[in-house]
Nanobody, 121 residues
Framework: QAHLVESGGGLVQPGSSLRLSCTASALTLHQLAIGWFRQAPGKEREGVSCMSSRSNLKHYADSVRGRFTISRDNAKNTVYLQMNSLKPEDTAVYYC??????????????WGKGTLVTVSS
């Protein structure tokens, strides 16, 4: 059964960095569009970053552009989200998702269960 598992979340201080990982089972991530989404308490889920399938096209939300980087290790079948200069407003549950298509959408085909990132002093 195909599934995604996120890891790497935690409690960090403002200005710190974290790297989230998303590992897939029964899926080949480089053939899929991969997205990172997040949902903060009391807010709707929002897209953070997307990487296209079979190419290196990437997109970032305005709120994270220049601070976050999405990448993929095909040999490990893992996608990463490097998060630098973290802010309290980055606090959220972060989800990895994959879609059998060229780009991300709200209706992604596969979702992980999420990993909590808390940015607080």
């Amino acid at each position: 059964q195909a599934h995604l598992v996120e890891s790497g979340g935690g409690l960090v201080q403002p200005g710190s960095s974290l790297r989230l990982s998303c590992t897939a089972s029964a899926l080949t991530l480089h053939q899929l569009a991969i997205g990172w989404f997040r949902q903060a308490p009391g807010k709707e889920r929002e897209g953070v970053s997307c990487m296209s399938s079979r190419s290196n096209l990437k997109h970032y939300a305005d709120s994270v552009r220049g601070r976050f980087t999405i990448s993929r290790d095909n040999a490990k079948n893992t996608v990463y989200l490097q998060m630098n200069s973290l802010k309290p407003e980055d606090t959220a549950v972060y989800y990895c998702a994959a879609r059998d298509g060229s780009w991300c959408a709200e209706d992604m085909d596969y979702w992980g269960k999420g990993t909590l990132v808390t940015v607080s002093s």
